[in-house]
């Protein structure tokens, strides 16, 4: 049983094909990274994977769910099972940490929660929130500004709010784009990490072949909308990867 | 010369000819006489002792003739200014929650998603036309429409500077709403919220210190408006100057115009430590040490103790302005309010369809609208033909020339005033001597505060009275405020800007002038393009009713047309002014749309 069905997706946008005919199963705790250059439609792939885009053509299951079909209640639930780990990790930039991590929980709250999370978080919740920044190494700034955190520091927060969230599939946008070499790694084995103890399903797009190999069993490589390469690379491979 | 070398010529050299070309047409429309005294009258004297008195302002009755238990002046002054500031404060606080409401509704931030654009749009552009209208319509308009409609107590000298504040609020909120970054907001509905979540979670919280601080300035700018009420005859600083000026009490007139420098520079300052606070934030002060609980970090979190006081006393000054002073509501008979109502209504009506009685019925009001519909055309025609089109040319022509003199002016200036520039380190760089740049860095800043602190209504008041009634005093006036205004946001557009090549400009042994003429001021060209057009737009609404002092413009014939209570035609004439403000509008809002790419 997968938690991800890819089957025959086609999208376009206007007269550009961002996907053609792209198709792959995901099984419940797999970690995947997708690959490709620029504009290899890595992006439009994850916005659909996250629910947040209908295909032009094919079908996308996610948890059970398929976006053609689904009830707007369905939707919703299955949206909030799902984390999103944008490129520039969709922090607002003026809120406490604590505000930024409780807004993960936006699919279980209504409106009204939603403004008394920000404002009065309640006891449990802050004490859950604690836990999980303690765990991500930046308890000590829960209640300050995020943006007078460090770069990491603030993907480690954004990290948390998913983890607060409790997704179950964490779909992250070239978390490396803004990070130098030597901490590359070190944010893989993070996302990794958290992967493999909650068991959730990974997906990262990525431009580094040679991280992507290091630390993903699967690898999908995308070239001008196409799945080229879907599987773990061998040697001979990999320069062929390093190609697209 | 060919035409070809004609062109290469022109080159980049077209925007300062094409300026020079209309600026030209300006002078053609509203004459070159600048000085417009009546025979015999020695109008230097009369400049010279109004100068003067700048240096000596009065603290007591310059009126040898007041009886002795009169109210001395300066408590007199004290209570117009308290009337001010009360009218400014409901006013601000009333268009503030209206103009959340209305730019909520003129922003897309909060739409679910990006298909539903063709249904939201059925919102969103009647709120934007609805804003447009009551925000191009001057707030003296709307007070003479409220005076006449509703009676002459506070609240309607409150409504009237509401009203196009919280038009101006919603677009500048919805504004500020819509270029926020949309990636939070976007985590907030991938993870299954609502598009209201995501606007409340994300885009107000992030929104919202440019909103305060925005909304304090309009508070500044209600402030200047309220004391221009005062030249209608509604009892703020603008009637005491307005009184003193024309009883030649020249040592009053400047102890009043000192007094509302000092309050409006008050302000300014308060709303700059306010921004300054919200966007840098309060750093942690207290640490916990390494073993730390959630509760910890909750009593030691960074808190801004004074900007939560300067809330909770906003709060307190705008109750305390609702509740003390002069009643705002003088309550009147039903019957009464009603028929007041219904004649303001039918001398709105345009004329050819307005009931004969000015206490009408719906049925009455009715029968003449089928009446009359027919002549509605002809109505319009000859007001446009007699005086319409000549009065708005000029006031076009009025508006033109006061931004383009006001932005040669800042352009002169601006290199003067820069904080990068006029220092002993320019750009970051060593100089030599540059103890004399710093001190004249700090006047041009100070004149440019001083110029925008002051009314444009006020100067141009002030300036009739000293060079005769021509248009040139009120192109002059507006002028002087808006050169205040443009310095000060192109200074910032430039200091806000990397230095770039201006460093390799000064590097290679050039000045501070030519660093910025080679260099600052043509990176930053297309923001001050944006900034000038946005002032022709204010500058369009204040010529419209500043023709109420004497220049054959549409605030003339509205000026005229009050006299006799035609409000059909001041409407008309007012909505002409509002039709090229909506023009300029569309310009602007191309153009920005053009620079975000």
């Keep these: 049983?997968?938690?991800?069905?890819?089957?025959?997706?086609?999208?376009?946008?206007?007269?550009?094909?961002?996907?053609?005919?792209?198709?792959?199963?995901?099984?419940?705790?797999?970690?995947?990274?997708?690959?490709?250059?620029?504009?290899?439609?890595?992006?439009?792939?994850?916005?659909?994977?996250?629910?947040?885009?209908?295909?032009?053509?094919?079908?996308?299951?996610?948890?059970?769910?398929?976006?053609?079909?689904?009830?707007?209640?369905?939707?919703?639930?299955?949206?909030?099972?799902?984390?999103?780990?944008?490129?520039?990790?969709?922090?607002?930039?003026?809120?406490?940490?604590?505000?930024?991590?409780?807004?993960?929980?936006?699919?279980?709250?209504?409106?009204?929660t939603t403004v008394r999370d920000l404002l009065w978080p309640r006891k449990a919740d802050r004490e859950e929130i604690f836990q999980i920044l303690a765990r991500m190494g930046v308890a000590a700034k829960m209640y300050d500004r995020t943006d007078s955190l460090s770069g990491g520091q603030q993907q480690r927060v954004a990290l948390s709010r998913t983890l607060y969230q409790g997704a179950e599939i964490l779909l992250a946008d070239e978390p490396l784009s803004a990070v130098d070499p030597a901490r590359a790694r070190d944010v893989l084995k993070l996302l990794t990490g958290l992967s493999n103890e909650q068991g959730s399903t990974l997906v990262v797009s990525l431009h580094q072949v040679a991280l992507a190999r290091e630390f993903f069993p699967r690898v999908i490589g995308l070239k001008a909308g196409e799945v080229v390469f879907d599987g773990q690379p061998d040697d001979a491979q990999l320069s062929s990867l390093y190609d697209l | 010369m060919k035409p070809q070398a004609w062109r290469m010529w022109l080159g980049r050299r077209w925007l300062l000819v094409l300026t020079a070309l209309i600026f030209a047409w300006c002078v053609g429309r509203l004459g070159t006489q600048v000085l417009s005294h009546t025979p015999g009258s020695d109008p230097f004297a009369a400049s010279f002792r109004f100068f003067g008195a700048a240096f000596s302002p009065a603290f007591s009755d310059q009126n040898p003739s007041l009886p002795a238990d009169a109210t001395p002046f300066l408590s007199r002054l004290g209570s117009d200014l308290l009337r001010t500031l009360r009218y400014a404060l409901i006013a601000t606080s009333m268009a503030i929650p209206a103009g959340l409401v209305l730019g909520f509704l003129a922003s897309e931030q909060w739409w679910p998603t990006h298909r539903s654009r063709k249904l939201f749009n059925l919102i969103r552009w009647p709120v934007r036309i609805f804003l447009s209208l009551i925000r191009s319509i001057h707030e003296l308009i709307w007070a003479i429409f409220f005076l006449s409609a509703f009676g002459d107590f506070p609240l309607t000298a409150c409504l009237a500077l509401a009203l196009p504040f919280a038009g101006t609020l919603a677009k500048v909120f919805s504004e500020i709403m819509d270029e926020q970054g949309r990636s939070a907001r976007l985590v907030i509905t991938a993870s299954g919220g609502s598009g209201a979540q995501g606007f409340l979670g994300a885009i107000l919280p992030a929104a919202l210190p440019d909103m305060i601080t925005y909304s304090l300035y309009r508070f500044e700018c209600a402030l200047r408006s309220s004391a221009v009420l005062g030249f209608i005859g509604i009892e703020t600083v603008g009637l005491s100057i307005l009184r003193s000026f024309e009883s030649t009490y020249y040592g009053e007139v400047w102890t009043a115009l000192y007094i509302l420098i000092i309050t409006i520079l008050l302000i300014e300052g308060s709303g700059f430590f306010i921004r300054k606070r919200l966007t840098q934030g309060k750093p942690r002060r207290k640490e916990v040490g390494d073993d730390f609980t959630e509760e910890d970090l909750?009593?030691?979190?960074?808190?801004d103790y004074l900007l939560r006081f300067a809330g909770v006393a906003w709060v307190v000054v705008i109750?305390?302005?609702?509740?003390f002073g002069e009643r705002l509501i003088q309550p009147m008979p039903g019957a009464q309010q009603a028929e007041r109502l219904s004649r303001f209504l039918t001398k709105i009506t345009p004329d050819p369809i307005a009931p004969e009685k000015s206490v009408s019925s719906w049925a009455e009001r009715e029968a003449a609208w089928q009446d009359g519909a027919g002549e509605l055309g002809t109505w319009v025609a000859d007001l446009w033909e007699k005086p319409g089109a000549e009065a708005l040319a000029n006031t076009v022509a009025m508006s033109v020339a006061a931004i383009i003199l006001a932005g040669a002016l800042a352009m002169i200036l601006a290199p003067w005033a820069l904080r990068t520039l006029a220092t002993r380190t320019p750009l970051g760089m060593v100089s030599a001597g540059g103890g004399v740049h710093t001190a004249v860095g700090f006047l041009v800043r100070g004149l440019f505060v001083v110029t925008r602190a002051v009314p444009e209504y006020l100067y141009a008041f002030l300036l009739v009275g000293l060079m005769g009634p021509s248009a040139w005093p009120l192109v002059f006036a507006l002028a002087l405020h808006n050169v205040g205004i443009l310095g000060r946001l192109w200074g910032e557009v430039v200091e806000n800007q990397p230095p770039g090549n201006a460093r390799a400009v000064i590097q290679v042994g050039g000045g501070r002038l030519q660093a910025f003429y080679s260099s600052l001021a043509p990176t930053a060209l297309n923001r001050f393009l944006l900034f000038f057009f946005y002032r022709w737009e204010s500058c369009m609404r204040e010529a419209t009713v500043l023709g109420m002092l004497g220049f054959s413009s549409l605030g003339y014939y509205i000026s005229i047309q009050k006299s006799f209570r035609n409000y059909d035609d001041i409407l008309f004439f007012s909505l002409l002014g509002a039709s090229m403000i909506v023009v300029g509008d569309l310009v602007s809002d191309a153009l920005r749309s053009k620079l975000r790419g």
């Design chain 2, 298 to 303: 909750r009593k030691t979190a960074p808190r």
């Design chain 2, 319 to 323: 109750v305390s302005a609702y509740q």
């Design chain 1, 1 to 112: 049983m997968s938690v991800i069905s890819v089957n025959d997706v086609s999208h376009q946008f206007g007269a550009t094909r961002a996907l053609s005919r792209v198709a792959f199963d995901i099984a419940p705790g797999e970690q995947v990274a997708l690959i490709g250059a620029s504009g290899s439609g890595k992006t439009t792939l994850l916005r659909l994977l996250g629910l947040q885009q209908k295909p032009s053509s094919g079908q996308i299951l996610v948890l059970g769910c398929d976006l053609q079909s689904a009830k707007s209640e369905e939707l919703r639930s299955t949206r909030a099972r799902v984390g999103m780990l944008p490129q520039d990790l969709g922090l607002v930039a003026n809120l406490r940490v604590i505000q930024n991590v409780v807004l993960g929980r936006s699919g279980r709250r209504n409106l009204i």
